[in-house]
């Protein structure tokens, strides 16, 4: 008989995620379908509980990334073919603004808007706003995000993106130095490609997103002119860096007043068609983002060229969204019946706020909001956008309310893998969202007495001779169960678990166990390089 060559190794032992999520879905559809003294007739807690029971999972995707992925492959395509046939129709640069319609009034009151946001881009100022990101980009493995690794030559490139590089090393004297950069044979310091290369990352349980690796100068370019109009954005109330919890706090008062709608959209990053960065940007800005950008794309092995001006992968993509949304939304809100002048409503409507695709405008607005950006070539998510009057809910940013309560149901994520030493860490973090939402439902009080989904996690614990490690809140979710506060009353209402050891030594000090993973990092050091870095900041 045969022997397998490896029949001496120790079998590695693996788990069943799927099989793991639906018991605890089980778990919190038993707890959530108890009604108890606070939840009787809360209309909010209703829909908390329905959204609950059918998005839990949403996040999650254990079979078929294959198969998804082609669906967002082909999606993408669809919608760069859609872009290539569509004619917005902008109003003519010599329109008079009187004797417009309603529409092209709005249009061009838009593009004044976003011009002056936009205004004069000096040089210098991008060069010194350029740098690299932390993500990956063409021509590196995933891992190699650090400094030394993105200023590697030959770096790759676009033939437009390289002559404005070598404009910016011939600016930034030192950095072409410290990497070595040759002046005498310049296209020696770039690998040219044709474009970027499309790969997706999971989105939810049927949905994969796509993002487009950029080459590296690209990115660094992009860098650059990103945080200019970042900051051109701040400074008329559009701050990116806050603009999420704004969002937020709208959204609560949104769902008690309904005066204000928040609006989404459906792959709103892959929908700037080059015809509306033309008629709304200044041709400064608009040169130089078709400088940087990726004229095609690599899909399905072959290369597709793109309608669109950038992608997700694009560093310019989000301000550039956020920039054409707010400049409409604005545009929409100073337009009245008998508007005649382009300026003489112009102000800063603290009602019109936007994110991204997220976009906030006053409810009286949305339709004709919607319908003027459906124009130029954007896509409404109907499913995630609230306007109506009698809707009291309203989601924006991550946060979901509904008459003032906060309705956000709690997502199961992946866990990093299916080896066994997976598996407590993914318990663990899953565990502690649900004891968050838990708090919110049932009380600080009554939060853990005789739930069903708590002791689905245990008996998973104790079929595989676990012990339950407790941590401090402040501790990384999956290092342990974040219940070190209410350790004794844990202790008292789940009596059969194994809980791992909590010391507490004379001097009053405690120690705890946590369950942690170890990343390997490789380190190399190029304090030369590191240092021309930071002087231009």
Not at 21 to 33: H, V, W
Not at 478 to 493: K, M, N, P, T, Y
Not at 504 to 522: E, W
Request: charged share 20%.
């Amino acid at each position: 008989m045969a022997i397998s060559k490896h029949s001496n190794k120790k079998e590695r032992r693996s788990f069943n995620p799927s099989e793991v999520s639906m018991e605890l879905l089980d778990g919190i559809r038993y707890d959530l379908n108890r009604p108890t003294d606070v939840m009787v007739g809360s209309q909010a807690f209703n829909f908390f509980v329905e959204r609950q029971l059918n998005d839990y999972l949403k996040k999650t995707s254990f079979s078929e990334e294959a198969n998804l992925e082609k669906l967002a492959f082909s999606k993408f395509i669809n919608n760069n073919l859609r872009l290539g046939a569509f004619h917005p129709g902008f109003p003519g640069r010599d329109v008079h603004f009187s004797h417009e319609n309603r529409r092209n009034r709005i249009l061009i009151r838009a593009r004044a808007i976003a011009r002056s946001i936009l205004a004069f881009l000096s040089e210098e100022d991008w060069f010194l706003a350029c740098r690299h990101s932390s993500g990956t980009s063409l021509g590196l493995s995933f891992s190699e995000t650090n400094l030394e690794d993105k200023w590697r030559l030959p770096m790759t490139a676009t033939k437009s993106a390289m002559l404005v590089m070598h404009r910016y090393f011939c600016w930034d004297k030192q950095m072409a130095v410290a990497i070595g950069y040759n002046f005498d044979n310049v296209e020696s310091n770039y690998t040219l490609v044709y474009g970027s290369r499309l790969t997706t990352v999971p989105k939810t349980s049927k949905e994969r997103r796509i993002i487009a690796v950029e080459p590296t100068a690209n990115m660094y370019l992009q860098q650059g002119l990103a945080e200019i109009m970042s900051r051109s954005l701040a400074s008329f109330g559009v701050d990116i860096e806050s603009q999420q919890f704004l969002h937020t706090r709208l959204a609560y008062y949104a769902s008690v007043g309904r005066h204000l709608a928040t609006i989404d959209w459906s792959m709103a990053s892959d929908s700037v068609s080059c015809s509306a960065v033309e008629f709304f940007l200044p041709a400064q800005w608009n040169s130089v983002l078709h400088l940087v950008r990726c004229s095609q794309t690599e899909v399905f092995g072959s290369f597709v060229d793109l309608n669109m001006i950038s992608s997700m992968g694009n560093a310019t993509t989000f301000p550039l969204q956020t920039l054409l949304f707010f400049s409409v939304a604005q545009a929409v809100c100073l337009e009245s019946p008998n508007a005649h002048s382009m300026f003489s409503e112009l102000r800063s409507n603290v009602e019109v706020t936007v994110f991204g695709d997220d976009c906030i405008l006053p409810s009286a607005h949305a339709s004709e909001f919607i319908g003027i950006m459906e124009s130029i070539g954007f896509i409404c998510n109907k499913d995630k956008s609230f306007w109506s009057l009698d809707c009291p809910f309203r989601e924006s940013c991550g946060s979901d309310f509904y008459l003032g309560r906060n309705v956000r149901p709690v997502y199961l994520r992946d866990p990093h893998n299916t080896r066994f030493s997976s598996l407590e860490p993914w318990l663990y973090s899953s565990m502690n969202n649900v004891i968050k939402k838990y708090i919110s439902c049932f009380g600080r009080l009554t939060y853990l007495y005789d739930k069903e989904f708590f002791r689905c996690v245990f008996r998973i614990f104790a079929q595989h001779n676990l012990y339950v490690k407790v941590v401090p809140s402040s501790y990384p979710d999956d290092s342990g169960l974040h219940i070190a506060e209410d350790f004794g009353r844990w202790q008292v209402s789940y009596p059969d678990v194994k809980w791992d050891r909590v010391v507490v030594s004379d001097s009053k000090l405690t120690t705890y166990t946590t369950c942690t993973f170890r990343y390997r990092f490789r380190k190399r050091g190029n304090d030369h390089l590191r240092y021309v870095s930071r002087l231009k900041s």
